[in-house]
């Protein structure tokens, strides 16, 4: 039980850190331009568990830019379709393939990530106290 709490208290962790980081980036990506998903590598370890990496490429004042993500964006099938690409107007290197309209989606992360975090408090007490 002990171990189960304390990976819930590390993953919950994560998803208090990665939740801010995460919004900070989408509200700074907040220009949009074409884009086209110009290559899918197929990316595996020895479980199986590693996603497919996705490849765009995008125009920023006549500049090319590339972004590499894990996220397939919705309105792309197969190589070579058009897409939105959210930058950053101050340094457009910095994208993103998708983009959230509205901060809930990391509030709902933050919770969650605060009620691993005393999940994994709890199991690791009940844990420690059966011993």
Not at 34 to 45: A, F, P, Q, T
Not at 77 to 93: A, R, V
Not at 107 to 118: D, N, W
């Amino acid at each position: 039980m002990a171990v189960a709490g304390f990976s819930l208290f590390l993953l919950g962790i994560i998803f208090i850190i990665v939740a801010p980081i995460n919004k900070r980036k989408n509200q700074r990506c907040s220009a949009q331009t074409d884009g086209i998903l110009i290559k899918r590598i197929e990316r595996e370890d020895s479980d199986g568990s590693l996603p497919d990496m996705y490849v765009y490429s995008y125009y920023v004042d006549g500049i090319e830019y590339q972004h590499k993500s894990t996220v397939i964006n919705k309105q792309v099938i197969k190589i070579g379709d058009h897409c939105t690409i959210w930058y950053n107007p101050k340094k457009p290197k910095q994208a993103q393939a998708f983009h959230y309209d509205s901060n809930k989606v990391y509030k709902i992360i933050l919770l969650i990530g605060i009620a691993m975090v005393v999940m994994g408090l709890v199991l690791l007490v009940l844990g420690v106290a059966a011993h």
